[in-house]
């Protein structure tokens, strides 16, 4: 069995728990990422749409996805290691933020995008058919479901456009990205148990000392990272920190439909990411041209706050046509098709969608949690945040009375650390949804 004492124990072998592994082991610590699951990415990464974008409420939120981007781009570079399955491609394909002409989530985007010179364009109705004739400029909000009376309604207007980001785009396996970082960290230096559950953490002098294993090993390490995903509430609270945190997590059921694309039109070359608000729908190509719709949490539908170890792993009816169905005033010959395909998952949700990244009130024991559907794209700068926090902490910085603030890899920008504190106040400024 190997040496059960590390420098550092990370929780979670997601998508953000590797970018963690590889950048603290990077920083000289011998790590270690313990996973229940067989395999890395093995958890929600797995069924994660992985689209990368940079449409957020917040300027941090939008600072930071700009430069998560970068990751993806330099991913050989960035990943420094070979790996037997391949390496993740980035397909930069660019994204549609549909505008209703309201003062809304898109027009504010905008404005921050304008703000912080992020490049975008901005798209006519007559634009808009002229670059992707499949798609139809009718307006139809607010979103509803199949089961209300005026869902098949015509359209009662022209949407006034659209902004498109050329940057932006979606990576087609999340989990083969993991197994990339495995690698990586692992060429560094790092550790990986799968089959590892954990289900103590342990604690001596007051601080962290390490976690114990459901078969009964244990591994003594003075760091401790949550990064459970969904279960992270769970983690929180073997560590006695769940009612010390002021902003909390829990497990949200999503659906993502997978549809093939309309007959005749290459979606895979020739398709976008799209954010449609009038629809209350999200959509991607995926390989095998087709299209991956989710739901962009509109009022209309309901939210299912599950237990991340008990709920429903199928797809519903009724889910399915609320989505489908939406996409299909977009996408009008995208069709329904009579067999239902597609994920379900689940996000790891915060009180404001906005994750937490930060130490705890038990020393030594760190978060990178609350991911809240949208931190797929985030995972390098994520990783690259918690090293920062980690390694400023341990040195004996009070990151709660001086947040830290890391400086971005790739565009240099400030990453102010405090944004994400567990102790924060609900922002206002989120769309209390899975765009953040
Ligand atoms: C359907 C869906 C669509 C999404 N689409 C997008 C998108 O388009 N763009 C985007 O940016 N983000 C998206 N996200 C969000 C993104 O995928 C997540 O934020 C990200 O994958 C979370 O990674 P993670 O490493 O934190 O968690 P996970 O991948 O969930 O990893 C957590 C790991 O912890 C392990 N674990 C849990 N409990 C224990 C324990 N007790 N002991 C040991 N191991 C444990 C689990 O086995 C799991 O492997 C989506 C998410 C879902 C579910």
Redesign the pocket.
């Known amino acids: 069995m190997a040496d059960s004492r590390y420098d550092a124990v990370v929780?979670?072998?997601?998508?953000?728990?590797?970018a963690v592994t590889l950048e603290l082991t990077r920083r000289g610590l011998r790590v270690l990422d313990?996973?229940?699951?067989p395999a890395a990415?093995?958890?929600?990464?797995?069924?994660?749409?992985?689209?990368?974008r940079f449409s957020y409420s917040t300027i941090p939120g939008i600072q930071i996805a700009y430069e998560g981007m970068r990751y993806w781009t330099d991913w050989a570079n960035y990943v420094g290691a070979d790996d037997e399955l391949g390496l993740i491609e980035y397909h930069q394909v660019g994204q549609l933020l549909i505008r209703t002409g309201e003062q809304d989530h898109t027009e504010r985007v905008a404005e921050l995008w304008t703000e912080l010179d992020i490049p975008f364009e901005s798209w006519t109705p007559e634009e808009l058919k002229a670059r992707l004739p499949i798609l139809d400029s009718g307006l139809y909000g607010p979103p509803t479901r199949p089961d209300d009376e005026h869902f098949w309604d015509d359209a009662h207007g022209q949407i006034a456009g659209a902004y498109y980001s050329a940057e932006a785009g979606?990576v087609s396996d999340?989990q083969l990205s993991c197994h990339n970082l495995q690698r990586g960290a692992e060429a560094a230096g790092a550790e990986f148990w799968f089959g590892?559950?954990?289900?103590s953490i342990d604690q001596a002098d007051g601080r962290v000392a390490g976690i114990t294993l459901a078969d009964g090993r244990s591994v003594t390490a003075p760091i401790v990272v949550n990064?459970?995903?969904?279960?992270s509430y769970?983690?929180n609270q073997m560590a006695g920190v769940y009612d010390t945190m002021n902003i909390k997590t829990k497990a949200l059921r999503?659906e993502?439909a997978h549809v093939p694309a309309p007959p005749g039109f290459d979606f895979m070359a020739n398709g976008v990411v799209a954010a449609d608000d009038d629809n209350g729908v999200y959509f991607r190509p995926e390989v095998g041209n087709n299209v991956l719709v989710?739901s962009s949490d509109p009022e209309c539908d309901p939210r299912e706050w599950v237990d991340p170890d008990d709920y429903n792993t199928n797809l519903t009816q009724a889910q399915w046509e609320a989505q489908v169905l939406r996409a299909n005033r977009r996408i009008p010959e995208l069709g329904v098709p009579h067999d239902r395909k597609g994920?379900v998952?689940?996000?790891?949700v915060s009180d404001d969608w906005i994750p937490i990244y930060d130490r705890t009130d038990l020393d030594g024991f760190y978060v990178?949690?609350g991911?809240?559907?949208?931190?797929?794209?985030?995972?390098g700068v994520a990783g690259h945040m918690m090293a920062e926090l980690i390694t400023a902490v341990e040195a004996g910085h009070d990151h709660d009375a001086e947040p830290v603030v890391a400086t971005g890899v790739y565009t240099g920008c400030e990453l102010d650390i405090g944004f994400f504190s567990r102790n924060r106040q609900i922002n206002p400024d989120s769309s209390m949804s899975v765009h953040g």
Do not use: F, R, W
């Open positions: 929780i979670g072998a997601g998508v953000i728990g590797c313990v996973d229940k699951a990415g093995a958890g929600s990464t797995i069924n994660s749409c992985a689209i990368v979606y999340p590892a559950e954990v289900t990064v459970a995903g969904p279960h769970l983690i999503h993502v989710g994920v998952d689940l996000y790891d990178a949690i991911t809240s559907g949208n931190q797929y794209k985030n995972a």
